[in-house]
């Protein structure tokens, strides 16, 4: 598990991606980029406001 700490930091990274026109696969591959554990990304993209509904479909299709 990842610290919060770090969680806070590549998450406000994702953020800035998102704020300066990043899609969903541009800030996945950032969390790829900084070996964010995969099983933690549909929260971190939650609280980015991706809907968890539409992140469950959108990641069966992503290869990790």
Known sequence: ??????RNI???TAQH?????ADVY????????VFMPMDEVPDLLG???Y???DLKQFL???DF
């Open 26 to 33: 541009g800030i996945i591959e950032h969390f790829e980029n």
């Open 1 to 6: 598990m990842t610290s919060e700490f770090v």
């Open 17 to 21: 991606l998102k704020d300066q026109g």
């Open 60 to 62: 069966k299709g992503v």
């Open 47 to 49: 609280q980015l406001g």
């Open 10 to 12: 590549h998450l406000a």
């Open 51 to 53: 809907p968890q509904q």
